[in-house]
């Protein structure tokens, strides 16, 4: 059963163009929602994160748009470059209870920027 | 700079054998994770430590196990290797909910 839901599972912009990923989760205890952004052969890194107090949150050309009434979140990537093609995952914590902090990750968009 | 770092890059095993797959974090953190990541699954989480001795059953923990004698240290045991545990094994450790800081992965091949 997969909590956090990713789509799509490859995504393929040009230069200067806008990369759009969306995610749904189910669980209504969630209150971090990162992003991590993986090069190959390298692991996770965090890349942007917002918490449901808030609708937007914008970090250089990454932003996130957040619908908590949905269940939805998604990370919009604005004059997308090369250097930008990666694996990117979005991801849904709970900083109470038992957790720990622990990530639920989705199944991960491979992103190609093309010159 | 937070480094965790995972002791071997590529490991080929044979079915059967007793796998360990070892994990150490500078930064002092309390919470450390073990993650298998598959193409279309994303990362899954096998088991997870808040402390030293501690540990907690992640999402898929069946055929692995762990331990966590030293605060900095995090060992993934695989029991007896099967094929199906051919995978990209992850590391992680984190002090803050949600904000986890990853090795550079393991690529283990089982045959």
């Known amino acids: 059963q997969q909590q956090v839901k990713q789509s799509p599972q490859s995504l393929i912009v040009q230069k200067g163009g806008i990369s759009i990923i969306n995610c749904a989760y189910e669980?209504?205890?969630?209150?971090?929602f990162p992003w991590y952004q993986q090069f190959p052969g390298k692991g996770p890194a965090l890349l942007i994160a917002i918490r449901p107090d808030v609708s937007e949150k914008k970090e250089g050309r990454f932003t996130i748009s957040f619908n908590k009434s949905a269940k939805q979140f998604s990370l919009h990537i604005m004059d997308s470059q090369p250097g930008d093609s990666a694996t990117y995952f979005c991801a849904a914590s709970s900083a109470g209870g038992t957790s720990y902090g622990k990530l639920t990750f989705g199944q991960g968009t491979i992103l190609t920027v093309h010159p | 700079d937070v480094k965790v770092t995972q002791s071997s890059r590529y490991l080929v095993k044979r079915t059967g054998e007793k796998v360990f797959l070892e994990c150490v974090q500078d930064m002092d953190h309390e919470n450390m994770f073990w993650y298998r990541q598959d193409p279309g699954l994303g990362l899954r989480l096998i088991y997870f430590?808040?402390?030293?001795?501690?540990?907690e059953k992640g999402d898929i923990p069946e055929g692995y196990s762990v331990s966590r004698e030293k605060k900095e240290r995090f060992s993934l045991i695989l029991e007896s290797a099967s094929t199906n545990q051919t995978s990209m094994y992850l590391c992680a450790s984190s002090s803050l909910p949600g904000q986890a800081f990853f090795g550079q992965g393991t690529r283990l091949t089982v045959v």
């Open positions: 430590s808040y402390d030293v001795k501690m540990k």
């Open positions: 669980n209504t205890a969630f209150d971090y």
